[in-house]
């Protein structure tokens, strides 16, 4: 391998590093309420000038504000409620209307298919929003042992359709202040994802 190719290859881990990290991100912030030692974490995010990096400055930021117990409330009222939170952050809600619809069965085939075992500890069907971005993140960083291109198919098929949309909707909750900035790099990230995918294609 030559030099060049040596620092291509190390420039393209970097980028897939990257990339799980963001998905590791958002996998924690929408799984859960943050705790104190994840606000911490959060808060001392670095960006640049791009958008992507405004917006972790801005969930820094935000995250360096929080009250813990605060966000424990934010976060039930926009994702578990009393009957239902303000949004349900399910692809077969955003994709088919309903819960534990067709989306979510094509969700668990294709964990079948690349061997991925349901964690038991995490209660939520497979198609929420955190544990597909859980999802990506280790397809991306390798830990599956997945052959290559498994996070593209697997991010073309279950976080594009409606991701953004969900992204958009938890942007203008009205329960939404933490959340405004998680939603901000979420719509931004799941754009660029799909700005490099289409390229590559």
């Given amino acids: 391998m030559?030099?060049?190719?040596?620092?291509?290859?190390?420039?393209?881990?970097?980028?897939?590093?990257?990339?799980?990290?963001e998905y590791t991100l958002l996998a924690v912030v929408l799984?859960?309420?943050?705790t104190r030692d994840v606000l911490?974490?959060?808060?001392?995010?670095?960006?640049?000038?791009?958008?992507l990096g405004m917006a972790h400055i801005a969930l820094?930021?935000?995250?360096?504000?929080?009250?813990?117990?605060a966000l424990?409330?934010?976060?039930?009222?926009?994702?578990?409620?009393v009957g239902?939170?303000?949004?349900?952050?399910?692809?077969?809600?955003?994709?088919?209307?309903?819960?534990?619809?067709?989306?979510?069965?094509r969700v668990r085939d294709d964990l079948v298919r690349l061997g991925i075992e349901r964690v038991e500890r995490l209660p939520e069907p497979e198609d929420h929003v955190a544990i597909l971005c859980e999802t990506m993140a280790g397809l991306?960083?390798?830990?599956?042992?997945?052959?290559?291109?498994?996070?593209?198919?697997?991010?073309?098929?279950?976080l594009k359709p409606w991701a953004g949309?969900?992204?958009?909707?938890?942007?203008?909750?009205?329960?939404?202040?933490?959340?405004?900035?998680?939603?901000e790099l979420g719509g931004l990230f799941v754009e660029v994802e799909a700005q490099a995918f289409a390229m590559d294609g």
């Fill in 165 to 183: 949309r969900f992204f958009a909707d938890l942007a203008v909750s009205p329960s939404a202040r933490f959340y405004r900035s998680v939603a």
């Fill in 40 to 51: 911490d974490v959060l808060s001392g995010l670095q960006g640049d000038a791009s958008p």
């Fill in 60 to 69: 820094a930021e935000a995250a360096s504000q929080a009250d813990p117990a």
């Fill in 84 to 105: 239902r939170g303000e949004l349900l952050p399910y692809g077969s809600y955003y994709q088919a209307g309903f819960l534990h619809d067709r989306p979510l069965a």
């Fill in 2 to 21: 030559t030099d060049e190719a040596a620092h291509g290859a190390d420039a393209l881990d970097e980028i897939d590093r990257q990339r799980a990290h």
């Fill in 72 to 81: 424990q409330r934010e976060y039930f009222d926009l994702f578990v409620g």
């Fill in 31 to 34: 799984g859960r309420a943050p």
């Fill in 140 to 158: 991306v960083d390798g830990r599956f042992g997945t052959p290559p291109g498994e996070d593209r198919v697997f991010f073309e098929r279950h």
